[in-house]
Nanobody, 127 residues
């Protein structure tokens, strides 16, 4: 079983930057592609960013492109999401997710692709 624990959320002002983290345990972290998703009240959970298992290729939702950076530290079993120029529309619970990936370059964008989820961390952006 894989456990994911997010941290780093909080209340920030519009224009601020924030980095949230997700520590993974229970399996070999480097075998997993990782993703970040978010869910605002009354809305579906949506893709934010993803990073592959191997080369660390990254992908972003349009809403995050140019403002976000996903990264991973395999030595620390941790994936990060740095968010800059935050907007009130970024307010949501942010979830990290893990997908066992037999191919190092495989990319995953759908929440249905991911097998394991954290409990989420709240990010609130005030105007």
């Amino acid at each position: 079983q894989v456990q994911l624990v997010e941290s780093g959320g909080g209340l920030v002002q519009a224009g601020d930057s924030l980095t949230i983290s997700c520590v993974v345990s229970g399996r070999t972290f480097s075998d997993y592609a990782m993703g970040w998703f978010r869910q605002a009240p009354g809305k579906e959970r949506e893709f934010v960013a993803a990073i592959t298992r191997g080369s660390g290729r990254t992908d972003y939702a349009n809403s995050c492109e140019g403002r976000c950076a996903i990264s991973r530290d395999n030595a620390k079993n941790t994936v990060y999401l740095q968010m800059n120029s935050l907007k009130p529309d970024d307010t949501a619970v942010y979830y990290c997710a893990a997908k066992f990936s037999s191919h190092s370059g495989s990319r995953y964008f759908s929440k249905d692709d991911y097998q394991y989820w954290g409990q989420g961390t709240q990010v609130t952006v005030s105007s």
